[in-house]
């Protein structure tokens, strides 16, 4: 699946589950996905992000959501 597809398949989750809500990070560790938006003013979800899995690719990260459907 190429990265167009797999960004509308995750537009598309995100829409159905978070009311369109999708959160992309790029860290110097590699990305993160997830459906939602983080409020990063509070401790709880900077650490929850922190203990996600990082991804070296977008790709690799885009299809882990399609796989677990990942919330914060």
């Known amino acids: 699946m190429n990265l167009e597809t797999l960004i509308q398949k995750a537009e598309a989750l995100a829409k159905e ?4 809500h999708l959160s992309i990070l790029k ?6 996905v997830f459906l939602g938006t983080p409020n990063l003013d509070i ?4 650490e929850n992000i922190s203990n996600m899995n990082s ?7 885009l ?3 399609l796989k677990t459907n990942v919330l914060i």
Request: charge should be negative; aromatic fraction near 12%.
């Open 17 to 20: 589950k978070t009311d369109g």
């Open 27 to 32: 860290f110097t560790t590699g990305y993160k």
């Open 43 to 46: 401790g709880e979800e900077r």
């Open 55 to 61: 991804f070296s690719t977008l790709e690799e990260a």
């Open 63 to 65: 299809k882990s959501l």
